[in-house]
T-cell receptor, first 111, second 118 residues
Framework: QKEVEQNSGPLSVPEGAIASLNCTYS??????FFWYRQYSGKSPELIMF????GDKEDGRFTAQLNKASQYVSLLIRDSQPSDSATYLC???????????FGGGTRLMVKP | NAGVMQNPRHLVRRRGQEARLRCSPM?????VYWYRQLPEEGLKFMVY????????ESGMPKERFSAEFPKEGPSILRIQQVVRGDSAAYFC????????????????FGPGTRLTVL
C-alpha cells in the first residue's frame, strides 16, 4: 500500500480555469505537508507547505488540509500554460527527517 | 545564488566504475537529504545527514551506496561498482534544521545529478 497517493493524470484544464490536485496519505501521525512542482527534467520546486487543518492561500495557490480524512489538496486559480508540470505531494514523517512523495499528478493547461 | 548546489549535473559511468555526487546545502542549512528519482518514477528518500553524522539511512541500498557530510566541504553520495539500474536523477535537499511542525523542516532541492551508467 502506497503511503502517499496521487492520481497520475494527466489532468487537463483550460487556461483560466481552476485546477484541483488531490493527495491522500496513510500515516495518521503525519504533521507536515508540502506541494512541489517539477517541470520535466528539472528539480522539485517548493510551492507551499501546510501544517494546520483548513486552507492556506498564497497568490493563485491554495492548499487545503483535512487531517481527519487524511487528505491534502492544491487548488490553482486562473491556471496558465506555464503551470503545466508534475505536482508532487510530500508528507513529512513524525521525526521530520524524511519526505515521502506521491507519484505526482501531471497537469496540462491548454491555451 | 544561495541555493542548494549539486555537481556534476550530468555524470556518465561505465558498469563497475565509481560515481561521486556532491551537494552543498543552502547557506545557513545544516541538514542534508538525498533522494533518487528513477525514470518515470517518484522521488524516494535515501539518507538524511547532519554534519559528521548519518541520522537516517533507511532508504539507502545496503550495498555499494554510502554517504557522508564532513565537517568541512560538501556532502558526498558515493556509489561503488555502478550498474545500469543505478541510472537515475539524484537530488539533494537541505533544510535549516528540525523544529517540529515549523517551517524549519521545509526542504529545498538542488538541481540534481543525472547519472547514466553505460
Amino acid at each position: 500500500q502506497k503511503e502517499v497517493e496521487q492520481n497520475s493524470g494527466p489532468l487537463s484544464v483550460p487556461e483560466g480555469a481552476i485546477a484541483s490536485l488531490n493527495c491522500t496519505y496513510s500515516d495518521r501521525g503525519s504533521q507536515s505537508f508540502f506541494w512541489y512542482r517539477q517541470y520535466s527534467g528539472k528539480s522539485p520546486e517548493l510551492i507551499m507547505f501546510i501544517y494546520s487543518n483548513g486552507d492556506k492561500e498564497d497568490g493563485r495557490f491554495t492548499a487545503q488540509l483535512n487531517k481527519a480524512s487524511q487528505y491534502v489538496s492544491l487548488l490553482i486559480r486562473d491556471s496558465q500554460p506555464s503551470d503545466s508540470a508534475t505536482y508532487l505531494c510530500a508528507v513529512s514523517n513524525n521525526a521530520g527527517n524524511m519526505l515521502t512523495f506521491g507519484g505526482g499528478t501531471r497537469l496540462m493547461v491548454k491555451p | 545564488n544561495a541555493g542548494v548546489m549539486q555537481n556534476p549535473r550530468h555524470l556518465v559511468r561505465r558498469r563497475g566504475q565509481e560515481a561521486r555526487l556532491r551537494c552543498s546545502p543552502m547557506k545557513g542549512h545544516s541538514h542534508v537529504y538525498w533522494y533518487r528519482q528513477l525514470p518515470e518514477e517518484g522521488l524516494k528518500f535515501m539518507v538524511y545527514l547532519q554534519k559528521e553524522n548519518i541520522i537516517d539511512e533507511s532508504g539507502m541500498p545496503k550495498e555499494r551506496f554510502s554517504a557522508e557530510f564532513p565537517k568541512e566541504g560538501p556532502s558526498i553520495l558515493r556509489i561503488q561498482q555502478v550498474v545500469r539500474g543505478d541510472s537515475a536523477a539524484y537530488f539533494c535537499a537541505s533544510s535549516p534544521g528540525l523544529a517540529w511542525v515549523r517551517s524549519t523542516d521545509t526542504q529545498y532541492f538542488g538541481p540534481g545529478t543525472r547519472l547514466t551508467v553505460l
